[in-house]
């Protein structure tokens, strides 16, 4: 079992910036994918960046892509997503997400086993 904690949410203004936090206890998590997927009321839950196990590959959606950076710290057991120029469409509930095989399908939900409890992040306008 691996267990995640989420940390780093709450309310900034747009344009602002948080870091989120991931912590991870358990069973080795080093050769796991990690992920990082949000979920706004009413909505489903949407990837919104990968990063491989090593840390050598990073994906991004579309809508965060140069904004959001992801990153991981293996020693520390900690994935990290910076997030900047925030905008009030990134207002959700974020979840960090692990999984020992799921990059090669790494922005689908089904393909990740653990999850954490969520942050929320509120952008006001």
């Known amino acids: 079992q691996v267990q995640l904690v989420e940390s780093g949410g709450g309310l900034v203004q747009t344009g602002g910036s948080l870091r989120l936090s991931c912590a991870a206890s358990?069973?080795?998590?080093?050769?796991?994918?990690m992920a990082w997927f949000r979920q706004a009321p009413g909505k489903e839950r949407d990837f919104v960046s990968a990063i491989s196990w090593n840390g050598d590959r990073e994906l991004y959606a579309d809508s965060v892509e140069g904004r959001f950076t992801i990153s991981r710290d293996n020693a520390r057991n900690t994935m990290y997503l910076e997030m900047n120029s925030l905008k009030p469409e990134d207002t959700a509930v974020y979840y960090c997400a692990a999984d020992p095989t799921a990059w090669r399908t790494a922005t689908t939900v089904s393909s990740y086993t653990y999850w954490g409890q969520g942050t929320q992040v509120t952008v006001s306008s």
């Open positions: 358990g069973r080795t998590w080093l050769n796991y994918a």
